[in-house]
T-cell receptor, first 116, second 113 residues
Framework: EADIYQTPRYLVIGTGKKITLECSQT?????MYWYQQDPGMELHLIHY???????EKGDLSSESTVSRIRTEHFPLTLESARPSHTSQYLC???????????????FGPGTRLTVL | SQKIEQNSEALNIQEGKTATLTCNYT??????LQWYRQDPGRGPVFLLL?????KEKRKERLKVTFDTTLKQSLFHITASQPADSATYLC????????????FGIGTKLQVIP
């Protein structure tokens, strides 16, 4: 079992609210990711980070923002939630670039977000 | 454009048989390929990685093959068990400085007792 944690696991919230999804890992990995996945659909990369103070947008455009102030912590924020943001959000980390030349990713359990 | 194809239809197989899942890709020159398992409502779990210069990799009841000429990987589970029921994702990376990993949609495997 990978040491990567996400909270909350489930979140139901009204339109217009600001939310932060938490992700923490205790493996000392430099690289972290956020994916969005709808039921039965593929994973879409929305943000990634190579390390502290590094954040990049992924392949899928997202209105969310991320920050990386500490190695172990990579929170995702939505300033104003909308029903179109309803999805599952998965956080992952990897040791690529540090101790590994291959990007094997360790995923958290995910946050199921529902915006009413 | 780059594309990863996995059979999006569910694969049903009898317990004890060998399950074979396929991952095809186009417009890609992957440095390595990975297989992950995903259970409903959970994040994917890494299973196996195979490099472009490797033909086959094994781990317990799992076997992966990688044919860069056919642009295909096969994932086998021998002596399948109901506990193997899950969605299996193929993921490719081209390597290099920024090793973008792209995931396929996955194939749902159902092992029937």
């Amino acid at each position: 079992e990978a040491d990567i944690y996400q909270t909350p696991r489930y979140l139901v919230i009204g339109t217009g609210k600001k939310i932060t999804l938490e992700c923490s890992q205790t493996m000392g990995h430099d690289k972290m990711y956020w994916y969005q996945q709808d039921p039965g659909m593929e994973l879409h990369l929305i943000h990634y980070s190579y390390g502290v103070n590094s954040t990049e947008k992924g392949d899928l455009s997202s209105e969310s923002t991320v920050s990386r102030i500490r190695t172990e912590h990579f929170p995702l924020t939505l300033e104003s939630a909308r029903p179109s943001h309803t999805s599952q959000y998965l956080c992952a980390s990897s040791s690529f670039g540090g101790t590994s030349s291959e990007d094997t990713q360790y995923f958290g359990p995910g946050t199921r977000l529902t915006v009413l | 454009s780059q594309k990863i194809e996995q059979n999006s239809e569910a694969l049903n197989i009898q317990e004890g048989k060998t399950a074979t899942l396929t991952c095809n890709y186009t417009n890609y020159s992957p440095a390595y390929l990975q297989w992950y398992r995903q259970d409903p409502g959970r994040g994917p779990v890494f299973l196996l990685l195979i490099r472009e210069n490797e033909k086959e990799k094994r781990k317990e009841r799992l076997k992966v093959t990688f044919d860069t000429t056919l642009k295909q990987s096969l994932f086998h589970i021998t002596a399948s068990q109901p506990a193997d029921s899950a969605t299996y994702l193929c993921a490719l990376s081209q390597g290099g400085g920024y090793q973008k990993v792209t995931f396929g949609i996955g194939t749902k495997l159902q092992v029937i007792p």
